[in-house]
């Protein structure tokens, strides 16, 4: 599946931005909501190199939280018709005004969010519009939740295949795998 780099990138984004809420089972492992404040916000928008941020105050944080759980629930869908729905109420929403740029270093590339639009106006338009491309392509089943019981991050999957099945093979992959393998020799030796 060929995606254009800022679609990329805005799906990093989303991805990231879904995976700062506590599911229930992180909850009960006692993971944290690591956006629960205007300075891990600051650190959100730094992280992501989101341009055009001035200052932010709660109700910045409050709306990036809500746009937060909208993403989630297009995760949670796999029914197109409700992804495209929910999609489509976040741009909207948004205000879109697409628009070409080359800012940053970066070549040209499409803004869908006005010029002075908030920082979860510019998360709905931009990340949104990414999600868009992956229900258009009908590639929606790619939008995945981690299969590791304790973790359940978001993830997209871009292998060839869509067989991923963890967020990172490094870490959950990995540590199931060795898990199943422990599982199996004990089993063996007795």
Not at 130 to 146: K, M, N, P, Y
Request: net charge negative.
């Amino acid at each position: 599946m060929l995606i254009p780099h800022d679609t990329r990138i805005a799906l990093e984004t989303v991805v990231d931005l879904v995976n700062t809420a506590q599911t229930t089972d992180q909850q009960e492992a006692g993971r944290s909501d690591r956006l629960a404040d205007i300075e891990a916000l600051y650190e959100f928008t730094r992280r992501h190199r989101i341009s055009g941020v001035g200052d932010l105050g709660e109700k910045d944080l409050r709306a990036v939280q809500d746009v937060r759980t909208r993403f989630a629930e297009i995760f949670a869908t796999h029914d197109a018709e409700i992804a495209a729905g929910l999609v489509n109420g976040l741009v909207a929403a948004a205000g879109t005004t697409p628009q070409l740029s080359n800012h940053d270093g970066y070549d040209w590339h499409v803004h869908y969010f006005a010029p002075d639009a908030s920082v979860a106006d510019h998360l709905a338009a931009d990340c949104g519009m990414a999600l868009a491309f992956i229900v258009v392509a009908g590639e929606q089943e790619r939008l995945r939740r981690c299969e590791a019981p304790d973790c359940r991050d978001a993830f997209v999957d871009l292998s060839r295949n869509r067989s991923r099945r963890y967020c990172s093979s490094r870490t959950c992959g990995n540590r199931l795998h060795v898990a199943a393998y422990r599982a199996r020799r004990r089993e063996a030796a007795g």
